[in-house]
């Protein structure tokens, strides 16, 4: 009697093996799964870059207002007839 459930438990054991461990394991299935949920975070935020990305080309395709703004803040430029005042700030 004991060497058939101690022969049984082996054979359960072998056949749990794969299910856990194996290529397709549950183990192997746990670390895809938070694999993939990290990839949807990264996709997130690099789909709210793009948002963001797309509404500036929108914005500077659209009008002149944002490159005129642009101009004025990156490069200093200025209208003609235009006083431009720069005042130091103190640090």
Known sequence: ???SLLILALIVAALQYP???GKGGWLRVWDVDRQVQA???SNRQLEQRNA???AEVRDL???NEAIEERARFELGLIKPNEIFVHTP???
């Open 61 to 63: 395709k659209s009008g």
């Open 19 to 21: 299910l856990w461990v």
């Open 1 to 3: 009697m004991r060497w």
């Open 89 to 91: 700030q103190k640090r």
């Open 52 to 54: 963001g990305l797309e």
């Open 39 to 41: 990839q949807r975070e």
